[in-house]
């Protein structure tokens, strides 16, 4: 990072609850140095974000980039979002492509960039959804022999205000069952099942406490359902 003073979040549940890294409308960044030209592309590549909006004003932030073109090489840049309608969009030698799906909502979502050099495609997925495609075929390497910025542009300009909570980049054109996969949510477990307030479950009323262990805070405990052989009485319980 160029400064000092960036922040670790809270990630999204869905995939780890690791720290994301946040982004501000200020300089800060993440320099990866590439001497080597590892993020300089002659083939199918994949990018990938888990992101979430800071800001639904901001029109223009990058995930990634590795932009600028006085040295004849081609530029990329991937943005979160944009533009003012909040799509992501992607540029590479001077072609673009936006995405349809507003994501500058403060959600978390999964987002990726996926270049088939067989097929000369360009595809934008949003949450594992393909949300725009196009065909370009490129005559020269994709990046340009810089460092690659993550959260600007090279040296600042279109400042990231966001976080990031995942990014990856493989080689080869992956679809989306080879993405980033998301948690699996863990269902609640009864931890106690008994009478309540000392009652003998005797007619005319049976009465049951039951206390549920939640194992995952995205379930949401008011959604389950009480059964007693196999008839649900949910609608009866307090």
Do not use: C
């Not at 800001?55 to 932030?61: D, I, K, S």
């Not at 004849?72 to 995405?99: I, K, S």
């Not at 996926?114 to 994709?142: M, R």
């Not at 008839?231 to 307090?238: L, M, R």
Request: charge should be negative; avoid cysteine; proline fraction near 5%.
């Amino acid at each position: 990072a160029n400064v000092g003073t960036m922040s670790y979040v809270d990630g999204s549940f869905n995939f780890g609850s690791t720290p994301a890294l946040r982004f501000t409308p200020g300089p800060d960044h993440v320099v990866v140095p590439d001497p080597s030209g590892v993020f300089v592309f002659t083939n199918s590549f994949t990018f990938e974000a888990v992101v979430r909006s800071t800001n639904n004003v901001t029109t223009q932030g990058a995930i990634l980039a590795k932009n600028g073109t006085t040295d004849g090489e081609g530029e990329y840049w991937w943005r979160f979002p944009g533009n003012a309608t909040g799509q992501q969009e992607v540029a590479m030698d001077g072609n673009f492509l936006t995405g349809t799906n507003v994501l500058n909502d403060g959600q978390w979502h999964h987002v990726a960039v996926v270049y088939d050099a067989t097929n000369n495609l360009v595809q934008l997925y949003a949450d594992y959804v393909l949300e725009a495609s196009a065909t370009v075929a490129f005559t020269a390497p994709i990046g340009r022999p810089s460092d690659l910025f993550i959260g600007s542009f090279i040296n600042g300009g279109s400042e990231l205000d966001a976080d990031i909570d995942a990014l990856r980049i493989s080689s080869g054109a992956l679809t989306p069952d080879q993405f980033i996969p998301r948690a699996v949510a863990l269902q609640p477990v009864v931890s106690s099942l008994l009478p309540a307030n000392g009652a003998n479950n005797v007619a005319p009323t049976a009465l049951i406490e039951a206390v549920f262990q939640n194992r995952d805070t995205s379930v949401m405990l008011d959604s389950l359902k009480l059964s007693v052989d196999g008839i649900d009485v949910t609608a009866d319980a307090v």
